[in-house]
């Protein structure tokens, strides 16, 4: 194609229209204005609550062309912000910045964001912006000291300590206590300025007890973590913490006295100073005396206490300490004591063996018990001096279980550390006389336990030994006791038989088993100790033989004594043989029981069977030897019996009966098939006729023994006085009633303690009636003109003892040697025998004045048997014992309820009064009246066989029978009127008494 000029110029000049359109575009764009920010984002970082931190932020103009820096603000209106456009703006040239000032003051913790935003008048970038962040951080606030302890202090007390606390900000600080036993706790500020230091004053009132805990939190925002002071703080009761606490007193016998201590230290903060000491009881008292001492903080203060035992059990009392602090105050620390600790006791304390031949041994019995409340007696051994060669001891026993001596040899032996409650637990231990040459003989014997306060206990033991033998002596049977055969698991019993068919008397000993083959033999009466056999008398005892279940055959031996110092020892062996046999007996044994000589015996029988499953035959039946000859068969085999299984045949014995004593026998049925005879015992005891004699003493009507037996122990002063006060109106009363009373006094003392009871005896009358120095008259007749007055005197026996023995005293008082002698010889002092102070035909009452109960050991049925026996046979309602003694908790007394007494007295008819009751009349009275008219009825001992064997005897003429009458259903003779028999006359009543039934 082809273009013309016009066409050329046309198309030239679109072309530099549009050229030249393209340039000035560019040139547009590079003369604008353009504002950007010199950063992205703006952090601030971790900033405190309450500090300022700046930062600056640029606009910066990167244009060609000025512009003008607006407005500078933050989008969220945070307050923790600040932002500033500094000199209010302006005009910005190329190239150049303007500044923007932010400021960061975190009013909480944790993250604060906010929005820049900057408004400038620039082509490009007139409105930026910018998102800034921070991080509120807790306000560095300072507290000094960070602990405030306010220690110890008594409750309803206080104790203000000061923290000084340290504003660093522009903030205020809030402060406030926080915890969950913050109450006690007070701050007197709650508010520090800005930038400033103040001292708080804090102050602690508790007003409960314990441990205490919280926190004083200060703080610069509500929200903040606060600046904490712990607070801590203990409320006492009282400044004093005592150590021990309780205050621990040894266990100690009732009667006694013991030392203890606590430690008081002053746990308050502040200085106490000590006012005065004193206790709830009296059985306490203060030893210390700390009055008028100022106590520092943590200062330790000894109190020493004693503590004196008035009664058994716990005794529990309160020390109070007087001290002033902020104000007067108390302590209390408890006092725990126990009255009644193990205590030893022993009975009787004298054994008189009495005479023995040389060469003989007898036994009496001692009884060790715990007269203490709380807590085992540890038995730790005995030992003894003077004469102790002719005497010794046996092992310890407590019923059937024997105590083999741990170590020593006589006179001085070590128990095993046996233990022996309070209560009925006893141990009983054999004393025996064994006289090696002639003459009288004493010693001393000591029994030893772990009594803190009387570790020992003496008993004094006489003796005398004569010149006798040589003995004669027959023992049956002989050569040997054969038991033949017994079934292995069963058992049998023989026995021995020992006579002195000489002119000498026999003196026997340590009759036992030199040899029990491994225990199958035993003697079932146990080891006999000894005695005296004289003249033509004799004994026998039983030896028993268990066959072990393994069967097999045993060899033992019997070993005695005698005094033949040529053959002093004797022995008899004893054989038996264990296999299983067919032949069996029912019974095992035939026993005729005892059998008196002039009642008939019935003959026994017992049925011998086979009880194996193959005949056998009895080819004979046979008594051997034994200790008699009073059995014959009167069934006897004469000649073989066969036996088919489960056949048998009856074996009738009789017995006659003719010798006194008991008889063992073995009966040997011998079988085809067995070698050894088998056994059948034959026992039988015959005894004297039945003539019965029963002696009675007529009593006086209104005369009336009275012994009083009193306690001496510590406790016993109130007790005592009430008891004199009752004096002068009862004797009244005896003569008002016409009784003719005798009045003595002993002590429930039996072994001596000390020279505060007075008397002469130091406490130890050990029944001899008091004064045993007879500084007074000791035996007070109701009528003499000073009786009240003397009575009164007698009955203060002292306060010094520690043990009740009254039981045992009551018995020495009225028995031989002491009833029977003007002077006891086994003592120094002259004259303090009790004769004169019993009359035959008087009644007799025993009053007993305790506050605790006896330790006597004996049971109480053998003061019964003693006191029923006192007046002869079929007197026992003449004599009784009367009990004031506790009976209730109506008053504190030295133990608790006097049971043992309380036994004896009920054992014997008599009367139980409460020792609580502060007249003693209506106690006493009464006893006078038992001194009534004359006895008319006495009964038998046994039952008579009819009336024409009885007679009856008044002083030894004979009372016709019409004067009176036998009484079948009393079993009783009763006098008529007019007969019966006056005081003091002795009364006979002679009888043939009944056969007992033949079983």
């Given amino acids: 194609m082809v273009m013309g000029w016009r066409g050329r110029f046309v198309l030239l000049a679109s072309l530099m229209a549009g050229t030249m359109a393209c340039h000035e575009e560019d040139q547009t764009r590079g003369v604008q204005a353009t504002a950007v920010l010199d950063m992205e984002a703006l952090d601030f970082g971790e900033v405190p609550v309450g500090e300022w931190r700046e930062r600056e932020v640029r606009i910066r103009n990167v244009g060609y062309v000025p512009f003008s820096a607006l407005e500078a603000l933050g989008l969220g209106n945070n307050p923790s912000y600040q932002v500033e456009l500094t000199e209010g703006g302006g005009r910005v040239p190329p190239g150049e910045s303007h500044v923007v000032k932010v400021r960061f003051h975190p009013l909480a913790e944790g993250p604060v964001e906010e929005t820049l935003r900057v408004t400038t008048d620039a082509n490009v970038g007139s409105l930026n912006q910018l998102p800034v962040r921070g991080m509120g951080t807790p306000t560095p606030i300072g507290v000094h000291p960070p602990l405030l302890d306010y220690e110890t202090l008594e409750v309803d007390s206080d104790r203000v300590l000061e923290v000084t606390v340290t504003n660093p900000v522009d903030l205020p600080l809030t402060l406030k206590v926080a915890g969950d036993q913050a109450d006690p706790f007070t701050p007197d500020t709650i508010t520090v300025p800005p930038n400033s230091t103040q001292v708080v004053r804090t102050k602690y009132l508790p007003r409960a007890l314990g441990q205490m805990g919280a926190r004083l939190e200060v703080v610069s925002c509500e929200t903040c973590t606060p600046s904490v002071v712990d607070l801590k703080g203990n409320s006492v009761a009282s400044a004093f913490a005592f150590d021990p606490a309780p205050v621990p007193f040894d266990e100690i016998p009732v009667h006694e006295r013991t030392e203890s201590f606590t430690r008081a230290r002053n746990i308050t903060w502040r200085p106490v100073t000590i006012s005065a000491l004193a206790t709830s009881d009296r059985a306490f008292s203060p030893l210390s005396k700390p009055e008028g001492a100022t106590v520092q903080p943590g200062e330790v203060v000894e109190m020493r206490m004693e503590f004196a035992a008035r009664f058994s059990g716990p005794n529990v009392g309160n020390l109070t300490v007087a001290y002033a602090s902020d104000k007067a105050r108390e302590a209390r620390v408890m006092l725990d004591a126990r009255g009644g600790r193990p205590t030893l006791a022993v009975a009787p304390v004298a054994l008189d063996f009495g005479e023995l031949p040389v060469g003989g041994k007898v036994e009496q019995v001692i009884r060790i018990t715990n007269a203490g409340s709380n807590g085992p007696l540890t038995f730790t051994g005995v030992r ?327 306690s001496n122990t510590t406790t016993m002063d109130t007790y005592q006085q009430r008891l004199k006060a009752a004096i002068p109106g009862w004797l009244e009363r005896a003569k008002e009633l016409n009784v003719d009373v005798r009045v003595g006094v002993t002590s429930t003392g039996l072994v001596q303690r000390g020279g505060l009871c007075g008397g002469g005896a130091n406490g130890g009358e050990a029944g001899r009636l008091f004064p045993v120095d007879g500084s007074r008259a000791r035996v007070v007749s109701g009528t003499s003109a000073n009786a009240a007055a003397t009575i009164q005197a007698n009955l203060g026996v002292g306060l010094c003892h520690n043990l009740v023995q009254g039981l045992e005293t009551m018995r020495q008082g009225l028995s031989a040697p002491l009833s029977e002698q003007a002077d006891d010889v086994r003592t120094a002092q002259p004259n303090d025998g009790n004769l004169g102070f019993t009359r035959a035909a008087a009644r007799m009452a025993v009053v007993v004045l305790a506050d605790e109960d006896d330790h006597s050991g004996f049971e109480p049925d053998s003061y019964i048997q003693f006191l029923q026996t006192l007046k002869g046979t079929g007197m026992s309602q003449r004599s009784n014992l009367h009990a004031l003694i506790p009976t209730s908790t109506a008053c504190t007394t030295a133990g608790p309820n006097g049971e043992r007494f309380a036994a004896v007295a009920r054992g014997t008819g008599g009367s139980v009064g409460s020792i609580c009751e502060g007249d003693y009349r209506g106690f006493l009275d009464p006893i006078i009246q038992q001194a009534g008219e004359p006895q008319a009825d006495f009964t038998l001992t046994a039952q008579p066989d009819g009336t024409a064997e009885l007679s009856v005897r008044v002083n030894g003429r004979v009372v016709p029978a019409n004067q009176w009458l036998y009484d079948a259903g009393r079993n009783a003779i009763i006098f008529n009127p007019g007969s019966v028999p006056t005081p003091g006359q002795a009364v006979e009543i002679r009888y043939r008494s009944v056969c007992a039934p033949t079983p």
């Fill in 384 to 710: 003894a001096d003077g004469d102790a060669a002719q005497f010794t001891v046996g092992t310890p026993t407590r019923g059937m279980q024997d105590y083999p001596w741990k170590g020593g040899t006589w006179p001085t032996l070590e128990a095993n550390g046996l233990q022996i409650a309070p209560g009925a637990d006893a141990l009983e231990l054999k004393v025996y006389f064994e006289p090696k040459a002639e003459g009288p003989f004493t010693a001393t014997l000591y029994v030893q336990s772990n009594d803190l306060f009387t570790p020992e206990r003496a008993i004094t033991l006489t003796g005398r030994a004569r010149a006798s033998g040589p003995c004669v002596y027959e023992l049956l049977p002989q050569p040997s006791l054969e038991f033949g055969n017994v079934a292995p698991g069963r058992g049998a019993v023989l026995g021995f038989y020992f006579r002195n068919p000489g002119r000498a008397e026999c003196a026997i000993k340590n009759v036992h088993l030199s040899n029990d083959a491994g225990g199958v033999f035993t003697m079932p009466g146990g080891p006999i100790t000894g005695g005296v056999v004289l003249y033509d008398t004799a004994f026998s005892s039983m030896i028993s033989f268990r066959a072990p279940t393994t069967g097999g055959e045993f060899n033992g031996e019997l070993q005695l004594t005698v005094n033949n110092p040529a053959f002093p020892t004797v022995t008899l062996p004893i054989h038996a043989v264990s296999q299983a046999s067919c032949l069996v007996a029912t019974p095992s044994f035939v026993d005729f029981g005892p059998i008196r000589y002039d009642c008939a015996a019935k003959p026994r029988k017992t049925f011998v069977s086979n009880r194996c499953s193959e005949p056998l035959t009895v080819t004979d039946a046979v008594i051997g030897n034994g200790t008699s000859n009073q059995f014959s068969l009167m069934t006897p085999v004469s000649a073989p019996v066969t036996l088919a299984p489960g056949q048998g045949f009856e074996m009738e014995v009789n017995y006659a009966r003719n010798v006194l004593g008991q008889h063992f026998t073995p009966m040997y049925l011998r079988a085809d098939t067995e070698p050894n005879g088998f056994l059948v015992p034959l026992l039988a005891e015959t005894n004297h006729e039945g003539i019965q004699v029963d002696r009675f003493t007529q009593g006086t009507d209104s005369q009336l023994d009275v012994l009083f037996v009193v």
